[in-house]
């Protein structure tokens, strides 16, 4: 990077309040303490397909998007990005967020897990985010159900109804307030999620080994295991799908300058980022501190190359 010239970045965050355009904000700080130059700009927006579009568009140069194993879908060209693949998205780094995609039940219902739930065929109000080509809570919705055996027409066709949010903390509200009977939502760290297990019964439906195996095929969506306790009403080993990582990524013809830059702010300048959540629980923290440059660079997607040249000098 020139230093008569430092670039000026353009950022795309989440809805502005939240933890996406915080990453920007600490991104185009340092990297103007780095360069003398402040001129960025951050966009806002829903931190999930719209980001990786406006990359691939070339509309910005960085984004921060989750959950972070979504970003193999934009370069393989499945689920939402069969008619415009991203082959040219690049990881900077990966910054630890353990979130998965629930599926909760109130246990009045009686309906224990998805194939009693397919006997049932109880009439349902779900609340959930539109599944509407950029949502990538509301294509894991409908990727959960589809892979459990239940098309969400179905449930329409048991005389159901959906009910949409735009974020957990919507739908959580949505589902307390509408007195709704299920809720398929992230965010899982959140005293949102905690409040409602606290205050209700709630039944939480596991993925099985074919569904999960289905997903992963279908949409290269992992799982993870939720421990029994960690919130009340989930008294197994949880499987569902996996939402972790808030990813921050470019395009490959991002100058080796600016992504070698960017990945030694993330690594360098750790604490100070961190030091924004450790007032919180691990266990209510968005953050999964510490964070370290051996995840930073564990990444679902191939590294930027001057990113990796930049981790790997650092013997990790």
Same mark, same amino acid.
């Given at each position: ?10 950022? +795309? ?9 915080? @990453? ?17 700009? @951050?966009?806002?927006?829903? &931190? ?44 900077? &780094? ?19 897990t998805m194939p009693e739930l397919r006997e049932? +065929?109880?009439?349902?109000?779900v609340v959930l985010a539109p599944n509407d080509?950029?949502?990538?809570? &509301? ?9 459990? &055996? ?75 295991? @939720? ?63 510490? @964070? ?25």
């Amino acid at each position: 990077m020139s230093p008569d010239q430092p670039p000026s970045l353009r950022f +795309k965050g989440d809805w502005g309040a939240f933890n996406l355009t915080r @990453i920007c904000g600490w991104l185009a700080w340092e990297f103007g303490r780095r360069t003398g130059r402040y001129e960025h700009t @951050i966009h806002t927006g829903r &931190g999930m397909a719209d980001n990786l579009w406006a990359l691939g568009r070339g509309e910005v140069d960085v984004s921060v998007a989750t959950p972070a194993g979504f970003a193999r879908m934009a370069r393989q060209g499945l689920g939402l990005f069969t008619q415009e693949p991203i082959p040219e998205l690049r990881a900077l &780094g990966c910054l630890p967020h353990r979130d998965a995609l629930l599926v909760a039940m109130r246990a009045r219902l009686g309906i224990r897990t998805m194939p009693e739930l397919r006997e049932a +065929k109880p009439s349902l109000r779900v609340v959930l985010a539109p599944n509407d080509g950029e949502s990538f809570m &509301g294509l894991g919705a409908a990727a959960v159900l589809r892979a459990s &055996g239940l098309e969400p027409q179905e449930i329409l066709d048991w005389g159901g109804e959906f009910i949409y949010g735009e974020d957990p903390s919507e739908c959580l509200s949505l589902f307390t307030n509408r007195d709704a009977d299920v809720v398929i939502q992230e965010a899982i760290m959140t005293h949102w999620w905690h409040d409602v297990a606290e205050r209700d019964d709630l039944v939480f439906l596991s993925l099985d080994e074919d569904a999960a195996d289905r997903l992963h095929r279908e949409l290269a969506i992992d799982t993870v295991t @939720i421990e029994p306790g960690y919130l009340r009403g989930v008294e197994q080993p949880l499987r569902a799908a996996d939402f972790s990582g808030w990813m921050v990524v470019a395009r490959d013809d991002l100058p080796d300058e600016v992504a070698t830059a960017l990945a030694s702010i993330l690594v360098e300048t750790r604490d100070f980022f961190e030091s924004q959540y450790t007032h919180l629980p691990q266990r209510f923290s968005p953050l999964t501190y510490p @964070i370290t440059p051996q995840g930073l660079a564990a990444t679902p997607i191939p590294l930027h190359p001057a990113a990796e040249h930049y981790y790997n000098s650092l013997s990790l």
